[in-house]
């Protein structure tokens, strides 16, 4: 009898639980970590942040501590875990601090898209009439700007500057800041200036597709005003599709800095990034690949986990993609 009433009672308890109302967030959680490959590359990333937040407690060494007679060391040699570079510094140190400079670079660049791209589209799918048509022609053009050459001129034009002793005002001060933020500040700004453009896209086209239905209608009539309908009813609807795209976009912001770390025009060194350890290494790949194999392989686990947590997400924020 005893076993009866407490499968009795599971069943009750089953069945209040599927009668107590969910939110979508809830739904999408839940759906997000039924996908194993998502929720692993989301625990890679949160421990990723974890690290590069408490890099000085974790690094073994400091990233810019040379050790002259142990360059090109081999992982485990001297006691470095990684090995070392060709002037001694260790390989672990360097890709911990390296991460701080990737993820700064992929939040802030992810930020500034989500925040102007969002209020640019809203803005612009609401109004409608002739305020969207000279809003969409100005992405228009910046949409067919080489985006990348034109970062490129941008941080040569930025770095040629900040060098220049007789620089006053307000270049003076955007280069004193980029000097303590490691050369990432100018970076920031190329990258904001333009990944903006296909976020005001996705958000426009949610806003007309949303403004039309009958919730929106129905607010609209009741009086209520323009700014509540798109904080309170619209933003709530197309934030999902927003931060889907976004989150697939960050491998993107990552790779960019690490190009142009690699040919130069990234971080300032002694600052580790992940492109000038790249292309530190490749000169002696042949005789001591692990020092160009250390930062790509953290590179490439880091793209490909963003990448899969962008995918999770979008299956899980998506109800058409739901089994």
């Given at each position: 009898?005893?076993?009866i009433?407490?499968a009795?009672?599971?069943?009750?308890?089953?069945?209040?639980?599927?009668?107590?109302p969910?939110s979508?967030?809830?739904?999408?959680?839940?759906?997000?970590?039924?996908?194993r490959?998502?929720?692993?590359?989301?625990?890679?990333?949160?421990?990723?942040v974890?690290v590069?937040?408490?890099?000085?407690?974790?690094a073994?060494?400091?990233y810019?501590?040379t050790?002259f007679?142990?360059?090109?060391?081999s992982?485990?040699?001297y006691?470095?875990?990684?090995?070392?570079?060709y002037?001694?510094?260790?390989?672990?140190?360097?890709?911990?601090?390296?991460?701080?400079?990737s993820?700064?670079v992929?939040?802030?660049a992810?930020a500034?898209s989500?925040t102007?791209?969002?209020t640019y589209g809203?803005?612009?799918?609401?109004?409608?009439g002739?305020?969207d048509?000279?809003?969409?022609?100005?992405?228009?053009?910046l949409?067919?700007?080489?985006?990348?050459?034109?970062v490129?001129?941008m941080?040569?034009?930025?770095?040629?500057?900040?060098?220049h002793?007789?620089?006053?005002?307000l270049?003076?001060?955007?280069?004193?800041?980029?000097?303590?933020?490691?050369?990432?500040?100018?970076?920031?700004?190329?990258?904001g200036?333009?990944?903006?453009?296909?976020?005001a896209?996705?958000?426009?086209?949610?806003?007309?597709?949303?403004?039309e239905?009958?919730?929106?209608?129905a607010?609209?009539?009741?009086?209520?005003?323009?700014?509540?309908?798109?904080?309170?009813?619209?933003?709530?609807?197309?934030?999902g599709?927003?931060?889907?795209?976004?989150?697939?976009?960050?491998?993107?912001?990552?790779?960019?800095?690490?190009?142009?770390s690699?040919?130069?025009?990234?971080a300032n060194?002694?600052?580790?990034?992940w492109?000038?350890m790249i292309n530190?290494?490749?000169?002696?790949?042949?005789?001591?690949p692990?020092?160009i194999?250390?930062?790509?392989?953290?590179?490439?686990?880091t793209?490909?986990?963003?990448?899969?947590?962008?995918?999770g997400?979008?299956?899980?924020?998506?109800?058409?993609?739901?089994?």
């Amino acid at each position: 009898m005893t076993v009866i009433q407490e499968a009795a009672s599971r069943r009750i308890a089953r069945a209040e639980e599927l009668r107590k109302p969910r939110s979508p967030w809830a739904d999408a959680f839940r759906q997000l970590l039924q996908n194993r490959l998502a929720t692993a590359a989301g625990v890679f990333i949160v421990l990723l942040v974890l690290v590069a937040i408490f890099a000085p407690f974790v690094a073994p060494f400091p990233y810019d501590k040379t050790a002259f007679g142990k360059g090109y060391a081999s992982p485990g040699q001297y006691g470095f875990i990684l090995g070392t570079d060709y002037l001694g510094r260790d390989l672990l140190s360097r890709v911990i601090y390296g991460a701080r400079v990737s993820l700064s670079v992929a939040f802030v660049a992810a930020a500034v898209s989500l925040t102007v791209g969002i209020t640019y589209g809203t803005i612009s799918g609401y109004a409608g009439g002739q305020v969207d048509n000279i809003m969409m022609r100005i992405v228009d053009f910046l949409y067919g700007l080489p985006v990348l050459i034109v970062v490129i001129l941008m941080q040569v034009y930025f770095k040629a500057v900040s060098r220049h002793e007789g620089v006053t005002g307000l270049m003076a001060w955007l280069s004193s800041i980029d000097q303590s933020l490691g050369g990432l500040f100018f970076v920031f700004i190329a990258l904001g200036l333009f990944n903006w453009i296909g976020m005001a896209r996705i958000a426009r086209g949610q806003v007309l597709s949303y403004k039309e239905h009958e919730f929106v209608q129905a607010a609209r009539a009741v009086g209520v005003t323009t700014p509540r309908i798109i904080w309170r009813h619209l933003l709530p609807n197309i934030i999902g599709p927003c931060i889907v795209s976004e989150t697939l976009a960050m491998p993107g912001y990552i790779l960019t800095e690490a190009f142009l770390s690699y040919i130069g025009l990234g971080a300032n060194p002694p600052t580790p990034s992940w492109g000038i350890m790249i292309n530190e290494g490749y000169k002696g790949l042949r005789s001591y690949p692990h020092v160009i194999l250390v930062p790509a392989v953290a590179l490439s686990l880091t793209v490909l986990a963003f990448n899969f947590l962008g995918d999770g997400l979008r299956d899980a924020l998506d109800p058409r993609l739901r089994e």
